[in-house]
């Protein structure tokens, strides 16, 4: 061989090997581009509960804040409440201890007076008694002065003419004598009425030095009852007093939770501009990693050789024959293309995570397994191969995520993932890629915050022209 030709042969090998480093380098960027993705998304979701979090503590102090203020505004009216009780309390009270002691005063001086007038009445009814007496013994002294007179009538008529005198003396002691019976007799009656209402008198007397000892009795009670009011009057100041001296923590209170909010507000923009920024960054991120793929397809469309190359040729030949399968079903009149194009997600009722059921599920049930399980043989490192439709409905996966659910929605999320809606980016791209593959790289979530690197390989299925899905091959970097 002439020796510009092996010059030849040998710069084309290692034109080749940078061609294929290029393509590696490639992936690896591919891969790095979307961990940071992963981690900017994360991030980007962090702030975004940041900024719910900031709202809301804005928003909780903006409420204490207007509680607190309502809580000073009450005590403020409390407290001069209170003041005008002290006040109305305070002349209540001297007004009702004034009456209370002019009242206690007065009763004594009835009590004094009713037991006065009782004595008295007692020392009248002696007296009456003793008037009594004193007329019955008179009443008996005219009885034997009429005797008298009449044993002396007698003896004058005896004497006849010279005891003349002596019977006019008679008659008339006799006379007398009755006048002082009769008179007697009308006295006793009139004292015995005397002593009748004396006694009546007397009752009531004692009735009211009874009443007037029960008012002294009441009248000390009210005085108590007066003690009690000035006390409270006493308590109602120290209220008042202490309403004051809780006043002054409120409305430091009130200031500080002004300031608190306004570092909170200052708190929520911040978090909001951060993450703008993020979003903003997100965006660029996804765009880098948009180039990143497409470049990927570049490099192998011009026949650079890649670490991905057998998964993208997989991919392509897998999806090529599904096609050939959904087209031949159709011509068979097996399934008929509106039901394989069916739209209509109906919900499984009692499925967490939500699962759907469409016309076509029956029938990728049926045709998919055999191409999609041989599949996971392949390469040791491919974690599923599923089919997609446009909207990113994956109707039939492989058997080992095909259980039936449970009652653990994060036992159900990681071994039912069959009849659900992958509607991620990374899901979304591969059922509406028409390209002739689609390279993504994304970040798996396995649970606990553990996260693995994943590519998915993607090659779009045709019916009749007519764009269905993707076939999505996944695999660990």
Known sequence: MPASAAVRADEDVRGETRLSDIGDRAGRLGVEIADVAGLIADISAVSQSQALQAEAAKSAAAELNAVTAQLSQTMGVTREAAADARRVLDQSAATISGVVTRTSQTMVTLSDGALGLQTTLEEVSETVQGVHRASVAIAQIARETKLLALNASVEAARAGEAGRGFAIIANAVKSLADQIQDFSGQTVTHLGHLSEALEHLRGQAEDN??????????????????????????????????IDAMAQPVDRSIDGFETMQAELSALADGVDISRGHLLRADKRTQNILSISEDFMLFLVEAGVETADAPFITLAREKADEISRIFEAAVHRGEIGMNDLFDENYREIPGTNPQQRMTRFVAFTDRVLPPIQEPVLGFDRRIAFCASVDRNGFLPTHNKIYSQPQGEDPVWNAANCRNRRMFNDRTGLSAGRSTKPFLLQ?????????????????????????????????????
């Open 441 to 477: 790289t994304y970040r798996r979530d396995m649970g606990g915050g553990e996260f693995a690197l994943m590519k998915d390989c993607s090659a779009p299925i045709t019916v009749n022209g007519r764009h269905w899905g993707g076939l999505r091959i996944a695999f660990k970097v």
């Open 209 to 242: 030095a009874k009443a007037a000892g029960s008012a002294i009795e009441e009248s000390k009670e009210a005085s108590v009852a007066s003690d009690t009011l000035s006390e409270l009057v006493q308590s109602v100041g120290r209220l008042v007093d202490d």
